[in-house]
């Protein structure tokens, strides 16, 4: 008489699966954790809206934007490679830094824009600017009150009026014109950037303000460098 076939206990493979189960559990757990950290998330409260690192992700994500705004005019007014380059470069560096501080902002509860801006920063750390700004214009430190009432609201952004400069012309004079604009808003923003890296209270803020001074100084020397080659001079920084 043939002996049946032993059959494996019913409960192994419920076993089985409860230990992975348990197992992808803590895997997401430590990855929450590490996102968690990452961010600066359980190490310090959260940033209240009158923060630096809340009015830092407010105000220099906007200011990225315009800078993202200029930099992809020249996938269609320039006929120049290197600069084309250059431009797609930002546009992509930029467009995520602010979706990352915009993103923190929603994360945080608080609003993406402000009636003021760079009211975080202390008015020491703006001394080298002309402090000349217009409550009425959202409090635009550093900035003119003609350029600030042209749309320039922060030191280095551009007016209105170049950015449609910009976006009328081509060839090397579109070329000179978009180093020129870019060179001097990289300028602006990296005052805010090194305050940001020193006052900011959570490290991910930290972290990337660190960045964005370290990446717009070596582009800012990059594009002196482009912009002489081409003809041109830089503006008076802001």
């Given at each position: 008489m043939t002996e049946p076939t032993p059959q494996p206990p019913a409960s192994r493979p419920r076993a089985l699966t409860a230990v992975l189960v348990a197992v992808i559990a803590v895997g997401l757990l430590v990855a929450g954790g590490g996102l968690a950290v990452a961010l600066g998330i359980g190490s310090t409260a959260t940033p209240t809206a009158d923060s630096v690192d809340a009015g830092f992700s407010r105000d220099m994500s906007r200011h990225h934007l315009q800078a993202v705004e200029m930099a992809n005019l020249a996938q269609t007014n320039s006929s120049d490679d290197e600069v084309k380059r250059l431009a797609f470069d930002i546009s992509a560096t930029q467009t995520n830094q602010a979706g990352r501080m915009q993103g923190w902002?929603?994360?945080w509860g608080l609003p993406a824009t402000s009636g003021e801006v760079m009211g975080w920063m202390d008015d020491g750390a703006m001394s080298g600017h002309d402090m000349g700004g217009m409550s009425g214009m959202g409090g635009a430190h550093g900035v003119d009150p003609a350029a600030a009432a042209d749309g320039a609201v922060m030191p280095g952004m551009a007016t209105e009026t170049e950015l449609a400069q910009l976006r009328g012309?081509?060839?090397?004079?579109?070329?000179?014109?978009?180093?020129?604009?870019?060179?001097r808003h990289h300028q602006g923003g990296l005052e805010m950037a090194q305050y940001g890296e020193e006052h900011a209270s959570l490290p991910a803020v930290r972290s990337l303000a660190r960045s964005i001074a370290q990446s717009q100084t070596a582009e800012t020397t990059t594009m002196e460098q482009m912009l002489r080659s081409r003809g041109g001079s830089p503006l008076p920084a802001p």
């Open positions: 902002l929603a994360l012309a081509t060839g090397t004079a579109f070329d000179v014109l978009f180093l020129q604009l870019m060179t």
